[in-house]
């Protein structure tokens, strides 16, 4: 019969704290009356806290690559437990009291989160700077990117049924693994929940392994890159509407001897900032279906519907067609005026000029868009 329960502990040099800890988790099995093992996925420890591990009874496995997301992918594969519960080896998790866990995965949850916020944080248990403005803000950039629930996005106590785990692919190897295990259920929308829990200073005297500006950047990094409409579709769409709105106002209005020099800055920056805007929106739709194709990110109901609105022979007809039309602009501009007049500076043909150059170079980015488009989307069955 399998195990009810595997609780996974990462460890990397806890001689001091470790057996406090496997003793709390084994206190937990006999309470509750649980089938379950402890694991310690230990990281290449050299204070002996692998034989304070099997001294204690807890199975003990070797991860030999390097980082809290592999020694915790170690040990959630070897566990043999329906639910896992994952919790550091520091003593600052409540170990001895996870019914709360147990009874959410029960009731059918495929992931429970442990709040630190909601069950009490103990004096000394969090710096300052963590709980007032990393892990605040990393939670809401999470909660906000990924529709979340979860008010917190870094508590190191979590519990998920073995097979809701083996769903999600996890590919992190630091710190940031807790980040990519909710935003993964999220995505693939596992049914998540979160339950108070009590944290408590650690244990150890040697400092955390927890970098807080480098470990804090790689979390939002991975925010990032996983929300690609945060990060390029959104920012692109405002840069693009209020350049193209510039722009046009500027090219509208006339031009006079006084303001010429400013005008044509502002015309010159809201056409960049137009083109910049477009690339970001046309980057966004291709890094999509690279992250869709790849399995990086989970394939929406409304996936298909890219590939109905765009292909490459619409993208080459609708390029070369504002290729062709800012070419012809140019051409008849060239040809209003003498090299003499041009250098009296024609406020009209000025702006006809930079007109032509935006065709072509929007014409340009779709012409090279589609191709790419469509090479991306060649494995898919929608772009048949």
């Not at 994952?86 to 409540?94: A, E, F, K, L, Q």
């Not at 892990?135 to 008010?151: A, D, E, M, R, Y």
């Not at 140019?330 to 009209?348: I, R």
Request: glycine letters at 10%; aromatic letters at 12%.
């Amino acid at each position: 019969m399998p195990l009810k329960l595997s609780i996974v502990m990462p460890c990397l040099n806890e001689a001091e704290t470790l057996a406090v800890c496997i003793r709390k988790a084994n206190t937990f099995l006999q309470k509750s009356g649980l089938d379950g093992e402890i694991i310690v996925a230990d990281n290449g420890s050299t204070d002996g806290s692998v034989d304070i591990a099997v001294t204690e009874g807890a199975n003990v496995v070797h991860i030999e690559e390097k980082g809290y997301g592999n020694a915790l992918k170690g040990g959630i594969d070897a566990a043999s437990g329906t639910y896992v519960i994952i919790g550091d080896s520091d003593d600052s998790h409540d170990l001895e009291n996870l019914v709360s866990f147990i009874e959410k995965l029960d009731e059918g949850y495929d992931m429970v989160v442990g709040n630190r916020f909601l069950g009490g944080l103990e004096k000394g248990s969090m710096s300052f700077l963590h709980r007032y403005l990393g892990n605040p803000v990393l939670t809401f950039i999470g909660k906000t990117f990924f529709n979340s629930k979860i008010g917190d996005f870094h508590c190191g106590l979590r519990g998920f049924t073995k097979s809701a785990y083996q769903q999600l692919s996890i590919t992190t190897t630091g710190m940031e693994f807790a980040s990519e295990l909710i935003v993964k259920a999220e995505l693939a929308k596992l049914k998540i929940t979160e339950v108070p829990t009590t944290v408590f200073p650690s244990g150890r005297s040697r400092d955390p392994h927890l970098r807080t500006w480098r470990d804090g950047w790689r979390h939002l990094r991975f925010l990032l890159l996983y929300s690609p409409r945060w990060l390029f579709l959104f920012p692109g769409i405002f840069m693009f509407l209020i350049g193209f709105v510039v722009a046009l106002t500027l090219i509208l209005i006339p031009f006079d001897a006084q303001n010429f020099v400013s005008n044509l800055k502002v015309l010159l920056y809201g056409s960049g900032l137009t083109l910049v805007g477009f690339q970001f929106i046309i980057f966004y739709i291709l890094i999509k279906i690279f992250a869709v194709s790849n399995g990086l990110l989970p394939r929406s109901d409304r996936y298909g519907t890219i590939f109905k609105v765009i292909n490459l022979e619409k993208g080459l007809l609708i390029g070369f067609v504002l290729i062709l039309l800012g070419i012809i602009l140019g051409v008849l501009t060239s040809l209003d005026y003498s090299l003499n007049e041009m250098l009296l500076l024609n406020y009209v043909d000025i702006k006809k000029t930079i007109i032509a150059i935006g065709m072509v170079l929007i014409g340009l980015q779709i012409v090279l868009f589609s191709f790419f488009f469509s090479i991306l989307g060649l494995s898919d069955s929608y772009n048949s």
